[in-house]
């Protein structure tokens, strides 16, 4: 027997996503955003308000990063989603995250977060609050590579369930894609 939930904003895993902006001054900001995913081959969708300081700087500088929060900074990625760059003048030092400037975009990488997806703004439709962002690039710590590809047992990403307001550790590798489907061939 199955129970009824209604209209809820849950599926799962849910990624936990920190995303990276400068503000007009030029100093970095990041925000927590649970709500996206992959939706082209080279694009990526998040739902984002457009009262954030992080919406109003992608509008700005037409870019952005996508961090993988993780398990090690699991309370800087929790502190950056619930408090505003609009009212915490200095959010980033108080969250412990450090700051380089991505290759290619205009928006900050951070060297505790190993992996990001560099973009620029394709599209924000402030009444659906859908951001669409192009993915310029992909970069990971070698830290986190096994065999030159990005190792998630490493990487340890967190992902975000919505019913319970609780963050979980992506569990171990059960199967292969594309591959184990072709038993019942």
């Not at 915490?88 to 990488?109: N, Q, R, W, Y």
């Not at 659906?128 to 962002?133: K, R």
Request: overall charge negative.
């Amino acid at each position: 027997m199955r129970k009824n939930f209604g209209v809820k904003p849950a599926v799962y895993p849910m990624p936990v996503f920190i995303i990276g902006t400068y503000n007009e001054d030029g100093s970095p900001n990041a925000m927590n955003a649970a709500w996206g995913g992959i939706s082209e081959e080279n694009q990526i969708s998040i739902c984002l308000d457009p009262e954030h300081k992080t919406a109003e700087n992608i509008l700005s500088r037409k870019a952005f990063t996508v961090s993988m929060a993780t398990v090690d900074q699991v309370v800087a990625c929790d502190y950056v989603g619930i408090v505003s760059g609009n009212d915490v003048k200095d959010k980033m030092e108080k969250s412990g995250l450090h700051e380089e400037k991505s290759e290619f975009v205009d928006a900050p990488l951070f060297k505790e977060l190993p992996m990001a997806v560099e973009c620029k703004m394709i599209s924000f439709d402030t009444k659906t609050c859908c951001l669409i962002g192009e993915i310029i690039n992909i970069c990971a710590d070698e830290s986190i590579l096994t065999d030159g590809k990005i190792d998630p047992v490493k990487l340890r990403p967190i992902t975000y369930d919505t019913i319970n307001k609780d963050y979980y550790a992506l569990g171990e590798k059960v199967g292969n894609a594309f591959k184990d489907g072709k038993k019942l061939f």
